[in-house]
């Protein structure tokens, strides 16, 4: 699928904003224990994904009622759906210079359609942008770090009206940002969360 950028400056995707906090003390701490290993921007990014998608649980799969939104908070909590998991990759590759923004799908694969939230990211030198999950891997879901090809947690099913999304957004979406910060807890968010963009 063609990704297209919701905002066409470049900058947009490295600047810090009240979600995607990566200039916070403990983004700038992860992302600088991450890169302690990594060779190179490729090296990173793999390193970042895995570490947001296998050591901060989806709280959904956990059963934990908290809400996070805040990139920060995400990772101080080690929780939060996957919205707020693609925030804070979003928040550790900019904090290394990656440009990377927020995809979503629509998805029907609970009682109601609702957004899933993935990230893309573009590597120094490559030529385009590339979409990543870092959901959280269970029985029937393998989504895998890849700028080759997609590994996501689901593909869509057009026949259920599920949506692939083609904007990279610089920050949430209003509409979702709202539903993450107005919930009392998982249960509320997931009744408030938008079936669409």
Request: charged content about 25%.
């Amino acid at each position: 699928m063609e990704l297209t950028r919701q905002s066409p400056d470049i900058e947009a995707y490295l600047a810090a904003d009240e979600a995607i906090d990566h200039g916070h003390p403990h983004v700038e701490e992860v992302a600088a224990r991450l890169a302690l290993a990594a060779d190179s921007a490729y090296a990173y990014a793999h390193a970042v994904f895995g570490f947001v998608r296998d050591t901060i649980a989806h709280s959904a799969d956990t059963g934990d009622e908290r809400v996070t939104w805040r990139a920060s908070d995400v990772l101080a909590a080690r929780t939060g759906i996957c919205h707020a998991k693609s925030i804070a990759l979003a928040a550790l590759l900019r904090a290394r210079g990656i440009p990377a923004g927020l995809c979503c799908q629509r998805l029907a694969r609970g009682a109601k359609p609702m957004l899933h939230g993935l990230v893309a990211l573009r590597l120094p030198g490559a030529g385009r942008w590339a979409r990543v999950d870092p959901r959280g891997n269970k029985p029937g879901v393998d989504a895998r770090f890849s700028v080759e090809e997609e590994r996501l947690a689901w593909i869509v099913r057009t026949e259920f009206n599920e949506v692939d999304y083609s904007v990279v957004y610089a920050a949430p979406p209003e509409v979702l940002l709202h539903a993450l910060k107005n919930a009392r807890d998982r249960s509320e968010l997931w009744r408030n969360l938008p079936a669409g963009l």
